[in-house]
């Protein structure tokens, strides 16, 4: 069954403004992480040497195997880059293979300096990837950490940074919420709920403080039918120990493309999302902080209905796709 597309385009809440980014002499850019500090807006930006197709498919494999750069911008009060540099990744890794790449960055701001993680691919076709935390001086990475994947996974991607005062954590799972806890070097995963209502949901933006103790991010979900991949979003808001409060309902930022959110970041008046359209553009959304407060949904569904209806639709959902080949499978005859 095609999935449905939301009915929400953020890009028509109230007085959304969008705003372009362009670097020059890279004009395949996407998937930006901004954040903002005392000292401005910062915009993690990464380019890419592919393209895509109207289905999200990789129209022809680049000669020389998939390749990423990452850039770090400035912005003025009016979202315009102001500065850019390319950053230096160059020592990130062990053995560096040509292959190896930093992906979707989030771009963060802890123990007063410029820090992100990105997925860092160590191999394609099967791809191989894990997280990689690296500190920025001016547009060069000066320290890194690969961090090993909790579950044993060969595939790590998505981990949503905060900063907790002077502790670094991620969201690892959305539903059921995982938090990871960076201290001296090693990680500790804690599992914290299970609400039943963002199963199959992944890490966006990071997460920033909302309305005094609360967190607030974008998480997304990816969308696959026949020759078809997208992407939708949420807003998604927490309290202070994780507990999931509110959530928007599911939105595309301006269409039907293929659009992916990294970056989240708050003023006075307004948050600012960051985006890529087609892994060939990178965009900003700024929006009223009364137009977020209004997406803001509280859940009215006690948790034990919701995940009783998830996991009931889990059992049921082989049944309603293949009816034929199930009942088959379950008397014990073999298929036609």
Known sequence: MRPRTPKLRLATVGDAAI?????????????PSIAASDEGFFCLIRSVNYELDSYGRVLTAP?????????????????????????????????????????DGRLFRWKDAWWFTATWVLADDPLVCQIALCRLQGHKVVEWHLLPSPAGSSREKNWMPLVDGGDLKWIYWVDPTEILSYRN?????????????????????PLVRYRGNNWLCVV????????????????????????????????????DDVEYCAGLCLTGRHAILSYGVQDREAR?????????????????????????????????????????????????????
């Not at 003025?76 to 540099?85: A, G, K, N, V």
């Not at 070097?185 to 933006?205: I, K, M, N, P, T």
């Not at 209806?309 to 298929?335: F, H, I, N, S, Y």
Request: aromatic share 8%; glycine share 8%; proline share 6%.
């Open 284 to 336: 900003l959304m700024r929006l009223n902080l009364v137009a977020i407060e209004g997406l803001l949904r509280p859940l009215r569904i006690p948790k034990r209905v919701s995940t009783l209806g998830v996991d009931t639709w889990r059992k049921a959902r082989p049944w309603l796709r293949q009816p034929r080949k199930k009942l088959q499978a379950a008397l014990g005859r073999p298929r036609s």
């Open 185 to 205: 070097g090693s990680l500790s995963r804690v599992r914290l709920d299970r609400y039943g209502r963002l199963e199959g949901w992944a890490g966006s933006s």
């Open 220 to 255: 997304h979900q990816r969308r696959d039918w026949r020759h078809v991949s997208s992407f939708v979003h949420r807003l998604v808001e927490f309290d202070d120990d994780f507990r999931l409060r509110r959530m928007s309902p599911a939105f595309t930022f301006e269409g």
């Open 63 to 103: 000669e020389g195997g998939f390749k990423s750069g990452n850039w770090l911008a400035r912005l003025d009060d009016e979202l315009r880059i102001t500065q850019f540099e390319r950053i230096d990744d160059s020592a990130v890794g062990l053995d560096r293979n040509p292959w190896n790449r930093l992906e």
């Open 19 to 31: 705003v372009p980014l362009a670097v020059p002499h890279d004009p395949k850019i996407c998937n």
